[in-house]
């Protein structure tokens, strides 16, 4: 749409107040606001879903891998180094990697709580572990050694820092005459870390695998075999070829369907608020729609007054048309701006609004993640923004049609 000068000066005249014309402009200038205000929140709402899946994704697959293979019904596997030589051998599998996970207790001085012990390879614990230690040494976590780390919730609970003693208890211990006698072995803590994921930090025990092997009696097996691949999203095409290979020993399970609730419960949440959110937008249209039908009854007599100077129809209409976009325009301006500030300063936003009302907006219990996370997406804001034109758009076609259809000679004939 191609204004001519004369078009860009009335246009520029009155997104201006004139005299009498405040109230106009106040309507506009919400409209404006509105329209800012819905850009900014899709925006931010969009990115922290999208940080939340992320982080979510990232923290869980990097604790958990792409895929397990796991004996039938919670049995431990035997014959795992065969089935890591099968997984290492498919194309597209980066590693496999033997654990041990089995949910214990541990207790301190009278303090008990539930944890997941988790048994690695010393060189695979400390490529998972270390960029996450807070306290501790974690090179002091050798087999035989009597070290473990553990999560900085798990620390919290029980009451302990490293360099502190841990008494994990396994239920399932040696046999005797009189019955299944529970095996208690006690450990130091090491070192402590700090995934990322509440729930992990407030669970997991890491020890190198022969001390885990020795604390559940379970000899040279393990629960579970990790599996790594170079496309996550593909991770089914993938590992098609291995499923057969090791259908006698496990199933194999990858990360979709161990967190399938979670994803698309995930998934529907982002959808729903862009919904919702979209409705603000549309609000907004309106509210460009209200002010400039406003607009045009106060402008009745100088819309004649130019169409009697020669001015077409088609120039009313580009004005009007370019009055609501210009509102529209500014107000997606306002909004990405204020949206990428507020995404800047997210957590002490978050922090701040704690801090005055005493209410904790970001409980990690029931998020799972310790901060409020954010991930901008070029293709989602793209959306967002031509939504938004495209609504802004489309409110400024009847009161530029109606300004357009004006007929001077009705309007001047008792001036």
């Known amino acids: 749409m191609i ?25 506009a200038s919400i409209s404006l606001a509105a329209v800012a205000l819905g850009v900014a929140a899709l925006i931010v709402v969009m990115s922290v879903m999208n940080g939340f899946r992320a982080e979510l994704f990232d923290k869980i697959v990097g604790l958990n891998g792409h895929a397990v293979v796991q004996g039938y019904s919670g049995r431990n596997i035997a014959d795992w180094q065969a089935i890591a030589d099968q997984a290492k051998a498919t194309p597209g599998v980066v590693s496999a990697i033997p654990l041990i996970e089995q949910p214990l207790f541990a207790q301190v001085e009278g303090r008990a709580e539930p944890i997941l012990l988790r048994g690695m390879r ?19 976590v050798t087999p035989g050694s009597g070290n473990v780390a553990i999560g900085t919730g798990l620390a919290e609970s029980l009451g302990v820092t490293a360099g502190d003693y841990i008494s994990v ?8 005459p009189f019955g ?22 407030k669970a997991y025990v890491v020890l190198p ?7 559940l009696l379970m000899g040279n097996t393990v629960g579970m075999v990790e ?24 199933v194999l399970v990858d990360w979709r369907q161990m967190n399938s609730a979670l994803f698309q419960a995930l998934e529907v949440e982002r959808v729903t608020m862009f919904v919702v959110l979209g409705i603000v937008i549309l609000i907004a249209a309106f509210n460009i729609l ?21 001015a077409s129809r088609g120039a009313m209409l580009r004005i009007f048309m370019t009055i609501g976009m210009a509102i529209g325009v500014l107000g997606i301006g306002a909004g990405l701006l204020l949206g990428s500030i507020f995404l800047f300063f997210r957590q002490n936003v978050v922090d701040l609004i704690q801090a005055m009302t005493g209410a904790q907006l970001w409980d990690p219990s029931v998020r799972m993640l310790t901060e409020l996370p954010s991930k901008p997406d070029l293709v ?27 007929d001077p000679v009705q309007v001047l004939r008792y001036e």
Do not use: C, W
Request: glycine share 6%; hydrophobic share 45%.
């Open 3 to 27: 204004l001519g000068r004369t078009e860009r000066m009335v246009a520029r005249r009155y997104l201006l107040p004139g005299r009498g014309e405040a109230f106009i402009f106040l309507v």
């Open 169 to 176: 208890l396994n239920p399932a211990g040696q046999s005797t």
């Open 290 to 310: 209200s002010s400039l039908i406003m607009l045009v009854r106060a402008k009745t007599r100088d819309i004649a007054i130019l169409r009697t100077m020669g």
């Open 180 to 201: 299944t006698a529970p095996r208690i072995v006690s450990y130091r803590v090491a070192a402590t870390f700090e995934i990322g994921v509440y729930d992990y930090d």
């Open 209 to 215: 695998m022969e001390d885990a092997q020795d604390l």
């Open 380 to 406: 989602d804001n793209v959306v967002i923004v031509v939504m938004t034109l495209l609504l802004t758009f489309l409110a400024t076609l009847y009161p530029a049609y109606k300004a357009s259809s004006t």
């Open 122 to 140: 010393l060189a695979d614990l400390r490529e998972t572990v270390q960029s996450h230690i807070k306290a501790g040494n974690l090179a002091a």
């Open 227 to 250: 599996l790594r691949v170079t496309d996550p999203d593909k991770v089914t095409q993938i590992l098609a070829p291995l499923a057969p290979k090791v259908i006698r020993d496990g």
